[in-house]
């Protein structure tokens, strides 16, 4: 079993900044994606950005110009930088992983960290 743990979120106000961070544990094999999606109140859940193991990059368009996804793949974790915040982003965040497992494919969810975009 894998455990992926979240960090930093939190109240925010507009045009401001925050850096996400999550650490996976467990019985890890071989990480392939990770990345970050986000649920707002009342609506589905959605890619924010995803990283590749070589190293390659995804981001929604709405974030495009204000997010940076980074890992480290030594330390098995996955940080996503978001710059110039505005109340839209207000959502529960979560990290995501998948892996190749001896046993196949194997994908799992943090718990979520609430951030909240508000003056």
């Known amino acids: 079993q894998v455990q992926l743990v979240e960090s930093g979120g939190g109240l925010v106000q507009p045009g401001g900044s925050l850096r996400l961070s999550c650490a996976a544990s467990?019985?890890?094999?071989?990480?392939?994606?990770m990345g970050w999606y986000r649920q707002a109140p009342g609506k589905q859940r959605e890619l924010v950005a995803g990283i590749s193991n070589p190293g390659f990059t995804n981001y929604a368009d709405s974030v495009k110009d204000r997010a940076t996804i980074s890992r480290d793949n030594a330390k098995n974790t996955v940080s996503l930088q978001m710059n110039s915040l505005k109340p839209e982003d207000t959502a529960v965040y979560y990290c995501?992983?998948?892996?190749?497992?001896?046993?196949?494919?194997?994908?799992?969810w943090g718990q979520g960290t609430q951030v909240t975009v508000s003056s």
């Open positions: 467990g019985s890890i094999f071989n990480i392939l994606g």
């Open positions: 995501h992983s998948d892996h190749r497992t001896p046993w196949g494919p194997k994908e799992y």
